[in-house]
């Protein structure tokens, strides 16, 4: 599968579709949910052009990928749901069509702020 160009998150990495900003560096951007599930539901995306987690390890660099793990517990910090400063949270990113995926850029949910309940419903 190719990567697609005009999917939204693609589309938010441009600019071209605003979206509530968490965090940025070299390596991620990280906003808010525009349908959060759970009262802090947070994404967390590279930067590259990565479909999803399968292709992201096959084809990123390890700074990549050192990059977006680093980018998960600095937004984690950021909305204090962070072990040190909160009460934890879960983060989980969805595969294609047996996971559930709907936007093909990877991305990482952050849920927390509350119990987030069972792990598969
Ligand atoms: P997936 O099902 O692919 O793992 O999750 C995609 C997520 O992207 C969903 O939770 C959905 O609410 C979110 N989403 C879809 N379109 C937009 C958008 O335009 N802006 C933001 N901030 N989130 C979006």
Known sequence: M???DNNIFAKILRGEIPCKKIYEDDYVLSFHDINPQKKIHALVIPKGKYIDLDDFNAK????????????????????GISLDIGKGYRTLSNLSEHGGQEV???????????????MVE
């Open 2 to 4: 190719k990567y697609d």
């Open 104 to 118: 093909p850029h990877l991305h990482f949910h952050l849920f927390g702020g509350e119990k987030v309940g069972r």
């Open 60 to 79: 990123a660099s390890d700074k990549e990928i050192v990059g977006l793990m680093k980018g998960i517990s600095i937004v984690a910090k950021k909305l």
